[in-house]
Nanobody, 121 residues
Framework: QVQLVESGGGEVQPGGSLTLSCAAS????????MGWYRRAPGKGRELVAV???????RYADSVKARFTISRDHANNTASLQMNNLKPEETAVYYC???????????????WGQGTQVPVSS
């Protein structure tokens, strides 16, 4: 059973910083990519940042130069450092991984349960 567990969410003031962490556990054979998505109130889910096994990172234009994604490949973890947060970035942030589980035939997408990040004064 594969699980993605996020931590580090919580309320932050505008202009503040927060680091989210995600740990993937279970019978994992290989991870292709890990990333972060978010869903703001009344909006659809959007990509925030992703890190692939090849070392490529991709960010939403709105977070470039403020957010940084990093991965610990040995421990199957990923983190998202968020700086200068804005009120409109209030959302539920979800960890995502594309991985192959033991006994699984192919790579599949997995999601964490999400962590709330309210940005308000």
């Amino acid at each position: 059973q594969v699980q993605l567990v996020e931590s580090g969410g919580g309320e932050v003031q505008p202009g503040g910083s927060l680091t989210l962490s995600c740990a993937a556990s279970g019978n994992i054979m290989a991870i292709s990519s890990m990333g972060w998505y978010r869903r703001a109130p009344g909006k659809g889910r959007e990509l925030v940042a992703v890190d692939t096994s090849g070392g490529t990172t991709r960010y939403a234009d709105s977070v470039k130069a403020r957010f940084t994604i990093s991965r610990d490949h040995a421990n199957n973890t990923a983190s998202l450092q968020m700086n200068n947060l804005k009120p409109e970035e209030t959302a539920v942030y979800y960890c995502n991984a594309i991985l192959r589980a033991a006994h699984g035939p192919s790579f599949s997408r997995y999601w964490g349960q999400g962590t709330q990040v309210p940005v308000s004064s």
